[in-house]
């Protein structure tokens, strides 16, 4: 019948994060290149009212959750319909599962979590028929969490056939660069001030634009007080990301952003602002980013409080790393497409795998 759910991350109503919605368009191109064209995908959004949805889950073939997103109070905020699916004679795989742990506090990873969630997080693994893991960091996690089942795999947004043996070129000249904005802008607008100013003074001849992945306000007003250009390209889902099509350079915050760029073979930096962005920074095996992690300072206001914020530090980091680069040609990302293209293999993989695992879905 090949009816195919996909769970996505999607905010379609909320911030509109164009990075999810790479993610499960990734997916539905990785079923309809196992299966054909003429798969039928539903995309679902992951708390979804269970009335609204069941017709649909139950009479999938199989449900894909995309990117599946570890976090506290999985069951009872996260994914509120999952326990249904795990009660339901239901096939569904894990692809590319993420966390965002607590890297920059000082405690235990495995603290990130509730106890609550890790042990729903174990039975939904139970009866996954894949589950991978999109970084290195989430893949500890599961296995010191007990989620045998878990491998690591990579980013599904990673997928892109189109790009196979086509390598990294340095280019002759930065003229466009692309600045994906940050999360929490209010707390990073010194770090992103910074980091404006440092590629001004690289790249003095280049026109910068910003592009803003979900809606980001705070991010918009400080451009206009910088004189820069930004693109809400949350606004186009389907073709914002073309956006890194022509830039010469991407840096900044946005893991999709990142991303977007080293599928399309473009030199990329990133500023790694949370567990998400660590989990990529020691995942990738070329060292293209630097941790930008909130940290607690003294408010200046007239109650002097602690508060947090992000550092200037991390992105001069970055700029030097980036300065000695283009005097370098670039050539930290010689042969890196290769790594890349296993990842998208190995996504692509575990699709059909999931698809192909019982063999009368063959037939």
């Known amino acids: 019948m090949n009816r195919y759910v996909v769970v996505t ?12 919605y790479l993610i499960t368009q990734s997916l539905i191109s990785m079923i309809e290149a196992t299966v054909g064209e003429e798969a039928h995908v ?3 959004w992951r708390a979804a009212p269970w009335e609204e949805i069941s017709e649909v889950i139950l009479s999938a073939d199989h449900v894909f959750f995309a990117c599946l997103a570890i976090r506290p109070e999985m069951e009872s905020g996260v994914y509120p319909f999952a326990r249904k699916v795990i009660e339901s004679s239901v096939r569904y795989s894990i692809h590319a599962a993420g966390t965002d742990l607590r890297v920059k506090d000082n405690m235990d990873l495995l603290e990130t979590m509730d106890e609550a969630s ?6 939904l693994a139970l009866g996954s028929r894949i589950f991978t893991t999109r970084g290195v960091l989430t893949q500890a996690f599961c296995r010191l969490s007990g989620i045998t089942a878990a491998r690591f795999s990579g980013d599904i947004a990673f997928y892109a056939p189109e790009m196979y043996g086509i390598g990294f070129r340095a280019p002759t000249a930065i003229r466009n660069i692309v600045v994906s904005d940050p999360h ?5 607008i010194d770090s992103f001030v910074c980091l404006i100013a440092g590629l001004r003074s690289l790249f003095p001849q280049a026109s910068i634009k910003v592009a803003l992945h979900g809606q980001n306000q705070e991010i918009e007003a400080a451009c206009t007080g910088l004189d820069l250009d930004t693109t809400s390209i949350y606004e186009n889902p389907g073709g914002g990301l073309s956006i890194y099509d022509s830039c010469d350079l991407h840096v900044g915050y946005r893991v999709h952003g990142h991303v ?3 599928k399309r073979r473009k030199v990329s930096y990133l500023l790694e602002q949370d567990g998400r962005g660590a989990d990529y920074g020691l995942t990738l095996s070329r060292k293209i980013s630097v941790p930008n992690y909130l940290q607690f300072v003294r408010d200046d206001g007239e109650k002097r409080r602690w508060t947090t914020r992000a550092s200037v530090s991390p992105p001069q980091q970055l700029l030097s790393m980036i300065e000695q680069d283009s005097i370098n040609n670039f050539e930290r990302f010689e042969g890196f497409d290769q790594e890349l293209e296993t990842i998208s293999r190995r996504a692509l993989e575990a699709v059909s795998a999931a698809i192909y695992i019982d063999p009368t879905l063959q037939q």
């Open 184 to 188: 929490r802008a209010t707390k990073y």
């Open 9 to 20: 991350t999607y905010p379609a109503q909320g911030s509109r994060n164009i990075g999810d």
């Open 260 to 262: 977007s760029a080293l």
């Open 42 to 44: 539903d995309v679902i």
């Open 118 to 123: 890790v042990i729903f997080l174990r039975e």
